[in-house]
């Protein structure tokens, strides 16, 4: 972990704390950590702040996905109110360990959209969680539909050019796709967000580390003034 001032907290932000180490690692070509996807998740749920989109925690999907008991599963989704969302974004890892914390080597996105009774799961690297997002598919599904939804893989996301990426394509993903609803984009039923996120996220992928940062250093000059 190196010293101890690597590890300082520079800023809370609803339930997320931002470390220093965390600036590090966006600031670098490194894989994005768990604190950095739930704080921008949580950052989504703020400016598009709605009951009908539920951004899920990492922490909360990876549970859902590996909870090993169906009891405790269920009484653990009962007060997250999936049903009454419109519109749910989960991230995906690929780690299986429950012991391990922040563990994993890929993250993807599942959407759940209710008006069409599917789940979509967007990867940049060429479908390599589709083992790992049907596995949360099969666990969440019949807690937000009657069991009858459908999984599709869409094959035409984005792909990221590099092995570190993934997590900055699944915010950018998750913050095109909150972007469509909350604009009305619900409208277009057919054609969903496929088309703004194969046309937007490539570019919003190449600057969403520094507009994170920049959005980082804003909160915290806020909250010092």
């Known amino acids: 972990m190196g010293s101890s001032s690597d590890d300082d907290k520079i800023l809370s932000y609803n339930d997320v704390v931002l470390r220093r180490s965390d600036l590090d690692i966006l600031n670098g070509p490194n894989f994005l950590n768990d604190r950095v996807i739930e704080f921008y998740l949580s950052y989504l749920s703020t400016v598009h702040a709605s009951p009908a989109i539920s951004l899920i925690p990492p922490s909360i999907a990876f549970w859902i996905s ?14 997250l109110g999936l049903r009454d969302s419109d519109l749910l974004i989960f ?16 993250w993807t996105l599942l959407v759940y959209y209710k008006e069409a009774n599917s789940f979509f799961h967007h990867d940049s690297l060429m479908g390599l969680n589709k083992w790992s997002a049907k596995q949360l598919f099969e666990a969440v599904s019949p807690f937000v539909s009657d069991g009858d939804a459908i999984y599709r893989e869409c094959s035409d996301t984005p792909q990221q050019r590099n092995g570190y990426d993934c997590g ?13 609803f909350s604009s009305g984009g619900v409208q277009n039923r057919d054609e969903l967000w496929f088309t703004d996120v194969k046309e937007t996220v490539p570019d919003l992928a190449n600057r969403l580390r520094e507009e994170i940062l920049g959005l ?7 909250k010092s003034e």
């Open 216 to 222: 980082i250093r804003r909160l915290i000059s806020e």
């Open 91 to 106: 991230p995906v890892n690929d780690n299986t360990n429950v012991e391990l914390a922040e563990g994993g080597l890929h």
């Open 66 to 79: 590996n909870c090993p008991d169906a009891e405790s599963l269920k009484d653990f989704i009962k007060p």
């Open 168 to 180: 900055v394509y699944l915010l950018a993903i998750a913050q095109v796709i909150c972007q469509w």
